[in-house]
């Protein structure tokens, strides 16, 4: 779901220092809601922040974790997990949500609308 990087609108969403490790925060991009996960020390993600199975924003304060080889989030409500990489919902694979790339700059995390 990641669209050309080269092609991207970029936004400063937070410093790295305000999202705890293994947890999400949620940023605003041009009117929708997206999760901005750290997963250890540096590593990111992001994905939609709206759970399409409840239809209420709430991924953003899922458990993180993994599955096999998979960097998921547990949705707070119904528990389906959602690949963080892809968006991908693991039980509904219709309710998947989009992904976006992210990165690293000077202590700031940003991702592209």
């Known amino acids: 779901m ?5 092609l ?3 936004s400063a ?7 705890l490790p293994d947890t999400g925060v949620c940023a605003l991009l041009g009117g929708r809601q ?3 996960f750290r997963v250890g020390a540096e590593r990111l993600f992001a ?5 399409p ?3 209420a924003a709430v991924l953003a304060r899922g458990l993180v974790g993994s599955l096999g080889e998979r960097v998921v989030v547990a949705s707070p409500i119904y528990k389906h997990h959602f690949d963080l990489h892809t968006g991908e919902c693991l039980e509904a694979p219709a309710h998947s949500v989009a ?3 992210v990165r690293l ?5 940003w991702v592209a609308r």
Do not use: E
């Open 13 to 19: 969403v937070c410093a790295l220092d305000d999202i």
């Open 47 to 51: 994905i939609d922040n709206v759970d």
């Open 53 to 55: 199975n409840a239809g």
């Open 105 to 109: 700059q000077d202590g700031r995390v």
């Open 2 to 6: 990641h669209r050309d990087i080269a």
């Open 34 to 36: 997206v999760a901005v």
């Open 99 to 101: 992904s976006y790339p």
């Open 8 to 10: 991207q609108n970029w």
